[in-house]
């Protein structure tokens, strides 16, 4: 059974940096052809991809935020990380980590997603 | 870069069927054949119901299906039943340089 869940801050502060763990149970992120990814919905908006990992590490940013955007694995605990430098209150969203490689831009499997505001 | 357009909402009655419209550019939904569906329940995970246009991962039920003409996809839902009402939304792959995948909007579906 493959399980992803996201967490981190409920709350950050504008300029302060956030930092995400998506832990992941049901698959190994050393096998060919996976990948985890990341991607936010901001309150009343569309959900916007954000970065992906893949199986050999190779490493994928959505180039708007690429400046401020890091995406990391522990294969060994299966985690994956995503910190977002600079946060500002535009950034408040729930965010998500699914599991990719399947199929060409589809997400098999999500996890239920961490609302994180940024407020001061 | 723009989202994919879908409806804000539709509606329908136990047993009718329902389609929900996706539409981008060629650069995304008309240029691929990589457009996906999911469905999400409030406070759940979303769940993959359509891959690759028309494909459905295992466990979906065959109510569920996808069609795409030119730039608009499409996720019809026969045989609604109250379970089915949810967040609907598209996503497709992208040959803009500053992602890999672009989401639609989303759809509220609201079974009468």
Redesign the interface.
Known sequence: QVT?RESGPALVKPTQTLTLTCTFSGFSLSTSEMCV?W?RQPPG?????LA?IDWDDDK?Y???LKTRLTISKDTSRNQVVLTMTNMDPVDTATY?C?RCGR???????????TLVTVSS | QSALTQPASVSGSPGQSITISCTGTSSDVGGYNYVSWYQRHPGRAPKLLIYDVNNRPSGVSNRFSGSKSGNTAALTISGLQAEDEADYFCSSYTSTYTLHVLFGGGTKLTVL
Request: avoid cysteine; hydrophobic fraction near 50%.
């Open positions: 992803l990814t991607i908006k569309a959900l916007e991809w992906r994928f959505n180039t708007s998500y699914a199929a060409v831009a589809a997400f098999d499997y999500w996890g239920p997603g």
